[in-house]
């Protein structure tokens, strides 16, 4: 049976529209869901919103809605923006599901079995931007400092999660889990953290009722993160420990911005571990964008707009520019410029120049057929090789969650594969020596197709369409035929070439918009 992989998205506040945080989040997920499942792995890919808390309350209330009613309505703009973006999800979790309710308040049975959980008063500062509790030390006027969300002063009663009691075994488990947080240098941050003493958590709250209600005690709703968090496992079907969540708990890898990085490396391995239930294998914390140099915020009006990216540039330039510009991990900026310049240079010319010259030399010289190949030369043996050898590197780099690399080494070969055209020259071997031609014309093919299943998870829309003119069968697209494995069969018909990356030409001034 093919190997369980299990990797998540945050769930999204559906407070805000979704924005190019969202759409980076998640594509960065199925971009390593696609490419797992593509080299054989039983692969879950989980998203959806969050929808509980105080914040989504007031975001209801200000627009004179009953809650419920409200996340109904926006809670779909989050599947909308799956479909636009070609997420290819397995499941989509809503918090206000009972499935979701019933997981919540059966780990807080479990935490409060356990001792885990025991009632108290909170007396602090909370943000509600942030959905956060902040000591004094972390603001300063007002305001937190690591969010610059507000805060405001708290004094309720609470049930508090024994957070203090878990620092030691905390360190412990990372210390035998090196590879627990990606990148390395947030790794450490989480570690300081840690390392400065933990205070126990808030784990409910009394001053509003949008939420989990707290089993036996209903004046208390749960606090927002521990219900956030539960996801993960309540969308395995958690509390039954059959079934999903047998088969894909603990998760491979929850991909998080690094704003959300101590909920997901310090708050839900703990409370796991107290609920007896396994932490994660992994938590990969992504930079932020922004937007040609600013902060990008509501307020300044220059929230970039998924869809709008892709209406414009079209999908597969809109994943490609995302997951390639910036280092994963990194922090990054967003230029118009650079969108064109990735698109144009990197796409249009290097990759579909590359399947586009090779095809239609086919098409014309060859009868439109995969051509039949003579003796290769060191040269095109060379050239094979490094596409025959790029799925180890790839995957390598994969399995770190760094799609920028990835790709970098898929464009070395393409750059490998441009200069062999151009040394090899078969539009003049076609009167000299026709028989060389075809050989070459087979192994541009030929690394045409490994480069074109490499990309599958990037572009899926552009690399099916070159797959589709090499006539590669659906079911011959997978990882194992990468390499001497899938070889094109000489003589195979194929249908005739079209450009698949398009050059991105802007519209003349006055048009358009
Ligand atoms: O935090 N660049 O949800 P959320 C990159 N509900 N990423 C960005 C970004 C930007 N400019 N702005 C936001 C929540 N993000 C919780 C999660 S999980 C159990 C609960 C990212 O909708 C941000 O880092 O506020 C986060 O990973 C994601 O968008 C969702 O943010």
Sequence with gaps: M????????????????????????????????????????????????????????????????DPQAYTDRVSGRFRHLADAMGFAHDDFIRTTEPRHKDAVQALWRRLVERGEIYLGKYAGWYAVRDEAFYAEDEIQDGRAIASGAPVAWVEEPSYFFRLSAWGGRLLAFYETNPSFVGPESR????????????????????????????????????????????????????????????????????VVGKDILRFHAVYWPAFLMA?????????????????????????????IDPFAL????????????????????????????????????????????????????????????????????????????????????????????????????????????????????????RKTDPARMATVLYVLAETVRNLAILTQPFMPGGSAKLLDQLAVPDDARGFDRLGAAGRLKPGTPLPAPRGVFPRFVEAPAGEGA
């Design 2 to 65: 093919a190997e369980p992989f299990y990797i998540t998205t945050p769930i999204y506040y559906v407070n805000d529209v979704p924005h190019i945080g969202h759409a980076y989040t998640s594509l960065a997920c199925d971009a390593f869901a696609r490419f797992q499942r593509l080299d054989g792995k039983d692969v879950r890919l989980l998203t959806g919103t969050d929808e509980h808390g105080q914040k989504v309350e007031k975001a209801a209330h200000d627009r004179g809605e």
């Design 187 to 254: 790794f450490n941050e989480v570690r300081r953290f840690v390392e400065g003493g933990l205070n126990d958590l808030s784990v409910s709250r009394t001053t509003f009722g949008w939420g989990v209600h707290v089993p036996d005690d209903p004046d208390h709703v749960v606090y927002v993160w521990l219900d956030a968090l539960t996801n993960y496992i309540s969308a395995l079907g958690y509390p039954d420990e059959g079934g999903l969540y047998a088969r894909f708990w603990p998760a491979d890898v929850h």
């Design 275 to 303: 609920a007896g239930l396994e932490p994660p294998k992994r938590v990969f914390a992504h930079g932020w964008w922004t937007n040609e140099g600013r902060k990008i915020s509501k307020s300044l009006g220059n929230v």
């Design 310 to 429: 892709v209406a414009e540039f079209g999908l597969d330039p809109t994943r490609y520019f995302l997951l390639r510009e910036v280092p994963f991990g990194n922090d990054g900026d967003y230029s118009r410029d650079a969108m064109v310049r990735r698109t144009n240079s990197d796409l249009a010319n290097d990759y579909g120049n590359l399947a586009q010259r090779s095809l239609s030399m086919i098409a014309k010289n060859l009868g439109g057929a995969v051509p039949e190949p003579g003796p290769f030369t060191e040269g095109d043996d060379a050239l094979l090789a490094r596409a025959a050898d790029l799925p180890d590197e790839v995957r390598r780099h994969m399995a770190v969650q760094a799609p920028h690399l990835a790709l970098e080494a898929i464009w070395a070969v393409i750059a490998d594969a441009n200069r062999y055209v151009d040394a090899q020259a078969p539009w003049k071997l």
